[in-house]
């Protein structure tokens, strides 16, 4: 599976611009920047997002849909979920987490920016090589 080929979706450039809260390469390709904010974020084999949290006054949070690949999502505190193509993560503002592919695989989501009343990002501690070695599957 060829980066250009990862799915029907364009995978975009370097995505330099939030390189500094993620540990690897990922390609960032904005589908939609009206009424809803919908990306598509690529990640290389082992490349992952620091945690972080949605947060929001009302509404807000995230909805990952996942276009190709293999990779994780976790929530602080709670067992990590592997994910496949075809699966869906809603995400609730508030929730602290993270999300990227596995050791062996490249991984690609669709990234729905749920619309939210003074929403913002906080970005917080990477995931380390430590954390993320014990993950299986």
Known sequence: MG?????????????D???????GQSYLKML??????????TFEPRCRN???????DKSGGQILI????????????KAPRALKAGDVVNI???????????????????AVEVPAENGKTEWCEPVSDEEYDKLEG
Request: proline share 3%; aromatic share 16%; charged share 15%.
């Open 17 to 23: 611009a939030y390189a500094k809260y993620f540990i």
């Open 92 to 110: 609730p503002a508030g929730v602290k987490h993270w999300h990227g592919a596995k050791k062996d695989s490249w991984f690609q989501h669709l």
């Open 3 to 15: 980066i250009n080929t990862l799915s029907v979706f364009p995978v975009g450039e370097k995505n």
């Open 32 to 41: 939609s920047t009206e009424q809803v904010g919908i990306a598509n974020v």
């Open 66 to 77: 996942v276009t190709a690949g293999e990779g994780w999502y976790q929530e602080y505190g």
């Open 50 to 56: 620091n945690w972080h949290i949605h947060h929001a």
